[in-house]
């Protein structure tokens, strides 16, 4: 099946500091790029959509100017969680996805578990 | 209400029973629907897809009901292996691509 990187895997920082994740399909190109997020013991949320050279499609009460997304190629989307703050840990997942077709799968990355302390 | 619902559990059970997990989904306009698997701390993985007719792939059987808006997963001999949270995802079309959404999962535990 169809690879997507997520980096880094986990990363600790300080309140106020920005924090990159970068998401790669590996071995196909991807029309769309999914970004999630998981608290502890909760469903994954959809954060935003974005598909390569247009802006991110953000869902109801996501702030998209803290959480920056660029889609800047068919292989990579990078979100940027920018002044990080405690209540922004949590487990932040990509996926990619070639085609519109609601029968395409989504391929997931192995998520990065951001810690803010 | 939530978008996708299911019983979080856990669901312990001894290797080799049959276990069934069920799901309702409110979107009635959902068009397609999957199970996922998610091991502890770790990504999601497609488990199958679920379709009208039902299907079966080895010892996992899921069922859609779209009139009543359920879903459901039977897994037969059930493995130690099978330890792991399954997700109920429900797929609505958006604007220039699709929108999963998932429920907040059924953990099932295999015990020896």
């Known amino acids: 099946g169809a690879v997507v990187s997520q980096h880094p895997s986990w990363v600790i920082c300080k309140s106020g500091t920005s924090v990159k994740i970068e998401c790669r399909s590996l071995d196909f190109q991807a029309t769309t790029m999914f970004w999630y997020r998981q608290f502890p013991k909760q469903s994954l949320m959809l954060m935003a959509t974005s598909n390569e050279g247009s802006k991110a499609t953000y869902e109801q009460g996501v702030e998209k100017d803290k959480f920056l997304i660029n889609h800047a190629s068919l292989t990579l989307s990078t979100l940027t969680v920018t002044s990080a703050h405690p209540e922004d840990s949590s487990f932040y997942i990509c996926s990619a996805q070639t085609g519109l077709n609601s029968y395409n799968e989504q391929f997931f990355g192995p998520g990065t578990r951001l810690t803010v302390l | ?112």
């Open chain 2, 1 to 112: 209400r939530k978008e996708v619902e299911q019983d979080p559990g856990p669901f312990n059970v001894p290797e080799g029973a049959t276990v069934a997990f069920n799901c309702t989904y409110s979107n009635s306009a959902s068009q397609s629907f999957f199970w996922y698997r998610q091991d502890c701390r770790k990504e999601p993985k497609l488990l199958m897809s679920v379709y009208s007719s039902g299907n079966e792939d080895g010892r996992f059987t899921a069922q859609l009901n779209r009139a009543s808006q359920y879903i459901s997963l039977l897994i037969r001999d059930s493995k130690l292996s099978d330890s792991a949270t399954y997700l109920c995802v429900v797929n609505n079309q958006a604007g220039g691509g699709n929108k999963l959404t998932f429920g907040t999962g059924t953990q099932l535990k295999v015990e020896l």
